[in-house]
């Protein structure tokens, strides 16, 4: 356990380091609301952690993270499932979860990730957009859109994106 737990955190280090140096770099550009993407060799020492400290939740959770940020959600989906079955009342992961579902053409497995996260927390703001996001876009349920959407809403009224939220709910109320 303790091999494990400096390991971590020697991983940490040096993925903090890579960051560092890739923000340096001219024509690193982070994407939107976020940080840099991981590269493939990043990602390998990840893997490697998460193999090695099989029984560590936030290992297989940032070797999730580094999946998804490189738009590899399937396998992304193998990880977060590692995490949880550790963890499983991880509201984040289990939202990402979702999300990757979502992704992976998956939205009913989306939409059943998303309904385990906002039991645990109802509160969650992510969960809720996201929720109404994958009702709306993915499986035409325009009620349980706008109940989502509603709540977000409720927890994030002045969050950047709540006129366009609240322009959608209009939307789908009016069948637009």
Same mark, same amino acid.
């Given at each position: 356990m303790k091999r494990t737990l400096v390991l971590i955190v020697l991983v940490v280090i040096a993925l903090a380091g890579c960051n560092q140096q890739r923000q340096d770099q001219k024509g690193q550009v982070p994407y939107p609301g976020g940080p840099l993407m991981k590269s493939p060799e990043e990602i390998r020492q990840l893997e490697q952690l998460a193999k090695q400290a099989p029984?560590? /939740?936030?290992?297989? +959770?940032? @070797?999730?993270? /580094? @999946?998804?940020d490189a738009n590899r959600f399937a396998e992304a989906v193998e990880a977060y499932q590692k995490s949880l079955a550790i963890d499983p009342k991880n509201v984040n992961v289990r939202v990402d979860?979702? +999300?990757?579902? !979502?992704?992976?053409? !998956?939205p009913q497995q989306a939409v059943e990730e998303y309904?385990? /996260? @906002?039991?645990?927390?109802?509160r969650h703001i992510n969960g809720n957009r996201n929720m109404g996001v994958v009702l709306a876009y993915d499986l035409n349920d325009k009620k349980g859109a706008v109940k989502a959407f509603e709540k977000y809403l409720e927890l994030a009224s002045t969050a950047p994106d709540a006129g366009e939220i609240r322009q959608l709910v209009q939307n789908l109320k009016t069948g637009k």
């Amino acid at each position: 356990m303790k091999r494990t737990l400096v390991l971590i955190v020697l991983v940490v280090i040096a993925l903090a380091g890579c960051n560092q140096q890739r923000q340096d770099q001219k024509g690193q550009v982070p994407y939107p609301g976020g940080p840099l993407m991981k590269s493939p060799e990043e990602i390998r020492q990840l893997e490697q952690l998460a193999k090695q400290a099989p029984d560590n /939740a936030e290992a297989w +959770t940032m @070797l999730g993270n /580094a @999946l998804m940020d490189a738009n590899r959600f399937a396998e992304a989906v193998e990880a977060y499932q590692k995490s949880l079955a550790i963890d499983p009342k991880n509201v984040n992961v289990r939202v990402d979860l979702g +999300t990757c579902f !979502r992704n992976s053409g !998956r939205p009913q497995q989306a939409v059943e990730e998303y309904k385990k /996260a @906002l039991k645990i927390d109802p509160r969650h703001i992510n969960g809720n957009r996201n929720m109404g996001v994958v009702l709306a876009y993915d499986l035409n349920d325009k009620k349980g859109a706008v109940k989502a959407f509603e709540k977000y809403l409720e927890l994030a009224s002045t969050a950047p994106d709540a006129g366009e939220i609240r322009q959608l709910v209009q939307n789908l109320k009016t069948g637009k």
